[in-house]
């Protein structure tokens, strides 16, 4: 059985290749989260073409006509409406860019990949933090609940584009003279392009950046926590408290299991932190493809 996983997050779009459970080759690409005017799948499907197209497994098979479905996991779909949109989009993509006769597809969005990486069909919590943050679960009796996932401009509280968020406010705050100093000024100016050492040229720097892409500077909040940065220290604590309330707002039984998804867990006093203020074990995803893969057989 030959299976692509798609991991499409807000920041890249993690692909695999699965056979008989095992992913056998893998890919890494820029992010093409749809937004609410262009669905962006000529993009993917053009990446994934060239992907499949470069990709030799043994038996050396045409990958292509030889696919068995795809399966979809992505940032920024959720209703039934979006999910059959996107379906019928990514269809007609793909038979332009990859191959004249489309496997079976299903979409879904990346927290429910992750669920099914986590639990399969079996009832349990997940909590990601990467650009964003969402918790979801299931219920034994199969529902859904969802909290949190309401993208940038609202909440995702204690993801990364959130903590990248809090530090260039703590910086700007700092420059002015009303905040505390931080060695959060680092990575600013590196984001900025400005000289750390030359605060002037952070302060013209940063007042006409775009944000777009603070959410690469999450892990380094969470470094100079680690560090001792007292700044950074607070805006990591309200991030585990943000994402803890996530968990509780879905209010899983004790004994369900909480799985953590997401490139911020990667830092291991986050992680401990959301714990401690669950007062539950959380475990972790570390890779969700093999993990989904594995699901599959």
């Known amino acids: ?19 008989d459970g095992l ?15 262009i669905l962006r799948t000529e993009e993917l499907c053009r990446m994934l073409g060239s992907f499949l197209a470069t990709t030799s497994v043994s038996p050396d098979i045409d990958i292509t006509s030889g696919l068995d479905g795809v399966i979809i996991g992505m940032a920024g779909i ?44 079996d009832h349990g919590t997940v909590l990601i933090a990467g650009t964003g943050s969402i918790a979801l679960s299931r219920d034994s009796s199969g529902a859904l609940h969802r909290c949190g996932g309401w993208g940038p401009r609202i909440d995702d509280a204690g993801g990364g584009f959130w903590l990248g968020r809090q530090a260039c406010k703590a ?10 100093a931080t060695l959060l000024i680092r990575p600013i100016a590196a984001y900025v392009r400005a000289d750390a050492d030359d605060h002037e040229s952070v302060r013209v720097a940063l007042r006409s950046a775009s944000i777009d892409g603070v959410a690469r500077l999450g892990s380094a909040v969470l470094t100079y926590a680690d560090e001792g940065d007292v700044v950074a220290s607070h805006i990591r604590n309200s991030g585990a408290t943000a994402l803890a309330d996530l968990v509780r707002g879905l209010q899983p039984q004790h004994e369900q299991r909480v799985v953590a998804y997401g490139s911020l867990w990667h830092n291991a006093a986050y992680l401990s932190a959301v714990e401690h203020l669950c007062d539950r074990k959380v475990e972790q995803i570390i890779d969700l493809l093999p993990a989904v893969a594995s699901r599959l057989v």
Not at 94 to 105: R, S
Not at 172 to 180: F, H, I, K, S, V
Request: aromatic share 6%.
């Open 171 to 180: 910086v700007a705050r700092m420059l002015d003279g009303r905040g505390a």
């Open 1 to 19: 059985m030959r299976t692509v996983i798609i991991d499409g997050g807000g920041s890249t779009t993690d692909v695999g290749l699965a056979i």
């Open 23 to 37: 992913c056998v080759a893998r890919t890494i690409l820029p992010t093409v989260k749809p937004t609410a005017t």
């Open 78 to 121: 959720w209703t039934q409406a979006e999910i059959h949109r996107y379906h019928m989009a990514v269809h007609n993509s793909w038979e332009t860019y990859v191959g004249t006769n489309a496997p079976n597809i299903v979409v879904m969005s990346v927290a429910e990949l992750v669920l099914q990486g986590a639990f399969g069909k």
